[in-house]
Nanobody, 116 residues
Framework: QVQLVESGGGLVQPGGSLRLSCAAS????????MSWYRQAPGKERELVGT????????SYADSVKGRFIISRDNFKNTVYLQMNSLKPEDTAVYSC?????????WGQGTQVTVSS
């Protein structure tokens, strides 16, 4: 069964940190270009950031640049999103996406809520 599963979401206070994980099963992530997306209620889906298959290059949305870090461990078949200095506007469902050739997979998403 091909699957991407996000985990690590939850409730955190403004200024806090959280690390999300995206674990693959049924396929290996080593060749996949990975992206993190988020969607808040009433908002359109936003690309948070990307990481190349080797992990050598990352990119980030302006809204999270300097606060979020994407990394990957291909041996663990997992991609991470480290979120620091969290703000209430970061509240959203976060999903990961894997792309390689004709293959494109989505995770189910994990809820992140930033609130006092």
């Amino acid at each position: 069964q091909v699957q991407l599963v996000e985990s690590g979401g939850g409730l955190v206070q403004p200024g806090g940190s959280l690390r999300l994980s995206c674990a693959a099963s049924g396929f290996t992530l080593s060749n996949y270009f990975m992206s993190w997306y988020r969607q808040a209620p009433g908002k359109e889906r936003e690309l948070v950031g990307t990481i190349t298959s080797s992990g050598g290059t990352t990119s980030y949305a302006d809204s999270v640049k300097g606060r979020f870090i994407i990394s990957r461990d291909n041996f663990k078949n997992t991609v991470y999103l480290q979120m620091n200095s969290l703000k209430p506007e970061d509240t959203a469902v976060y999903s990961c996406n894997a792309v390689y050739n004709i293959y494109r997979y989505w995770g189910q998403g994990t809820q992140v809520t930033v609130s006092s």
